[in-house]
Structure formats: structure tokens, C-alpha cells
DNA sequence: ACTCTGATATACTTTACCTCA
DNA sequence: CCTGAGGTAAAGTATATCAGA
């Protein structure tokens, strides 16, 4: 926080960025604040594409923490990767370059809000080639670059740099407020595409895979493990998502066969009241016309001629519901386009 | 057997960014 | 062109579980 205090001293602007490749050179072993803050001053700094470069020669070594270090992962995420992730980065909005970068400083190929920060893991090179700008803050963040194809709000930055860095610069005032503000990283297609081939392979990753993964995409290995674990939660959101779709059309069936059992009863009932005759037959014999849903008899129990054979067992050789073909029918006959037949199961 | 610790998982939330009306 | 709402994805937090010391 002290840090933000220097930067605000636009007395002497950066004398030290000349030394940035020197300063950079021991970023990886150490972790006090201002080195963070020179790499950090660094990005803004058209002077600071060899530090970058040299950064990138460093930022392997992050790599090799493990997961089970992912505090200290943290603190490496400042120094080695000369991305300040807490602290000072927002300080670095008062930073004295905005008048030696008018208008395209705060726009060029970032998000509104963030452009005016000093850096911008979104910002590509090709606007920022445009502007004669190094805005990479790290090697990692180049590399991010260099995967991103141009966007369209790249060129739409380009186009809107004035407006841009008006809201940009408001932003960044409201932000400083608090000097804390999470950045957001957007992965490219290309490490999400093999992310998805990794995630094929396997859902879960050990942490040899993670660090190997992370390795191979540039990426810290806790931003691997977070993209596993959003990745499976999004997984199963998809499966809760089908799961529950095809319990609804369950639902839908069983209602709508629920309302046609009910008018088949109350049918049946209908005809016990009005037709004696049918009155004599046993339930089983009786079935319903899916399509028309009236009630019919079948032809293997033929009507019987004694009451008695009403309390004798029938046993019905499918279920009410679904008739055999060959049915009688009370009511009119079938026809080509109504030919009485039983619903499918 | 019990406790402690660290790693890792899931569930839920927050935040930054994008899209679109 | 601007703006707000809503969606999405990355990251944070809380908690549970399990293995090993």
C-alpha cells in the first residue's frame, strides 16, 4: 500500500524502469513488495518490453510449485509472475503515464473498467501494437495474448478509446478506493480446447497431471484445479439439467395416463348404468379405445350368459389398458382412419 | 482407537466480463 | 452511443471426507 504512495509521485517517473531487467532477474527467489511493484510499474511502461522478455525466461520456475502450496502460490502469483494479484496494482492507475497516453493508455484491448489499472490480462498485442504499447504484464500474460485471436471489442476499443478511457479512468478512481480488484482471466480457445481434451480423458486430475497441464498452458496449477472443478460442476448442472427434463416427461405420461385410466373408469361406469349387458361382464373383458377412448369388449371372454360367471376368475392376459386387436366394438366401427387400435406401451 | 493435519472434493457465492435489448 | 439486465466463467469460501502420521 506504501507502494501506492511512490507511484503517486510523478516527480520522477520510472528513473528505476531502466533497471527493470536487473530488478526482474531476482523476482523468482524473493518477495518483497517492491519488486512486485517495479514489475507491475513495468507493464505500463513503454520501456519494459525487455523486462518482460526477461520475465518470461522466469516465470517456469513458478511452475514448479506444487498444489500443496497454494498460499505460497499466491505470493509467487506477485513476484514471479510480476502480476500483482492484491495490493498495488490499482495504485498503478495513478501512475503519471496517462498524460504520455491519452486516450488509447486506458483502452487498448481491454475491458472498460479495467484498461486504466496499468494492466490487463485481456489486453492482445495487436491493439496494443497499435498504440506502440507493451501491455503484457508478465510472461505468462504474453503468452495469454499470444493464444487469443483478436476479438471483436478489440477493434471496437480502438474505435471508442476517448470514452473508454473516460469510464476507464472513473472506474479507476473508485477502485482505488479500496486498491483491491480481482482481475479476471479469460482463458483462450486453444487452452480450453485442451482443457476439454484433458477433461475427456479424465475428470479429475492428480497433481503431477495438474502441474504437467499447467505447465503445458502456461497457467498456474491452481487455475488448472479451478477449471476441473467448474468444469465438473458444470457437468453435473448439465446432467441435473437432463435428469430433470426427462423425470418432467415422465410426470407428463403418467398424468396424462392417469386422465385416461380416469375416463375409461368413469366409462365403464357409464355403461354398468345404462347397459345392463355390460353390467354382466367381467372388467377384464372390457377395454378402452386408446384414440377415441370409449369403452369396448374383447373377444376372448364372450359376453357370459350366466350371472355366476361374473364372479368367476378371469384372467386377462394383458392389462386393461391395452387390448388385443380383435375387438368388439358397441360403438361405431373401425375405419381406415380410425381403426380402434390400442395405444402403443 | 483416537486425534490432528493436509489434500482434495463438492456446493455455493462472488466477481469480472460479455452480450444484447 | 449508452445503459442495465442477465448470462457465463474464473476464482473465492465453507464444509465434508479421507488418508497418513
Not at 72 to 78: I, L, T, V
Not at 256 to 270: D, F, P, S, T, V
Amino acid at each position: 500500500m506504501e507502494l501506492g504512495l511512490s507511484l503517486g509521485d510523478s516527480s520522477k517517473p520510472f528513473g528505476f524502469l531502466s533497471k527493470a531487467r536487473e530488478i526482474t532477474t531476482t523476482t523468482t527467489t524473493t518477495t518483497n513488495g517492491l519488486q512486485g511493484f517495479c514489475m507491475a510499474l513495468g507493464i505500463n511502461s513503454s520501456t519494459s518490453a525487455r523486462a518482460q522478455q526477461k520475465l518470461h525466461s522466469h516465470d517456469e520456475d513458478d511452475d514448479e510449485d506444487d498444489t500443496s502450496e497454494e498460499e505460497e502460490d499466491e505470493d509467487d502469483d506477485e513476484t514471479t509472475n510480476g502480476r500483482p494479484s492484491l495490493d498495488p496494482p490499482v495504485q498503478l492507475n495513478l501512475l503519471p503515464l496517462s498524460p504520455v497516453l491519452p486516450d488509447n493508455a486506458s483502452s487498448e484491448g481491454g475491458s472498460p473498467g479495467t484498461a486504466a489499472r496499468g494492466f490487463d490480462v485481456n489486453r492482445l498485442p495487436a491493439t496494443a501494437t497499435a498504440v506502440g504499447e507493451e501491455v503484457t504484464s508478465s510472461s505468462f500474460l504474453m503468452d495469454f495474448c499470444m493464444f487469443r485471436g483478436g476479438k471483436k471489442r478489440d477493434s471496437e476499443a480502438a474505435g471508442n478509446d476517448a470514452v473508454e478511457a473516460e469510464r476507464a479512468s472513473s472506474r479507476a478512481s473508485d477502485e482505488d478506493e479500496n486498491g483491491l480488484s480481482r482481475k479476471k482471466l479469460r482463458l483462450s480457445k486453444e487452452q480450453s480446447a485442451y482443457l476439454e481434451e484433458s477433461f475427456k480423458e479424465h475428470t479429475t486430475l492428480n497433481p503431477k497431471q495438474k502441474v504437467a497441464l499447467a505447465k503445458q498452458l502456461n497457467l498456474r496449477p491452481r487455475q488448472v484445479e479451478v477449471w476441473f472443478q467448474n468444469r465438473r460442476a458444470r457437468t453435473k448442472l448439465k446432467q441435473t439439467e437432463v435428469d430433470c427434463e426427462y423425470l418432467k416427461r415422465c410426470c407428463e405420461n403418467l398424468t396424462e395416463e392417469n386422465r385416461r385410466l380416469h375416463k375409461e373408469l368413469q366409462e365403464l361406469r357409464a355403461l354398468k348404468t345404462t347397459n345392463p349387458f355390460y353390467a354382466q361382464l367381467p372388467a377384464t373383458t372390457l377395454t378402452m379405445c386408446p384414440s377415441c377412448e370409449r369403452v369396448a369388449t374383447t373377444s376372448t371372454a364372450p359376453p357370459p350368459t350366466k350371472p355366476t360367471d361374473l364372479t368367476s376368475k378371469t384372467t386377462a392376459p394383458f392389462p386393461l389398458s391395452r387390448p388385443p386387436s380383435n375387438t368388439l366394438f358397441p360403438f361405431p366401427p373401425a375405419t381406415p382412419d380410425h381403426p380402434h387400435q390400442p395405444a402403443a406401451s
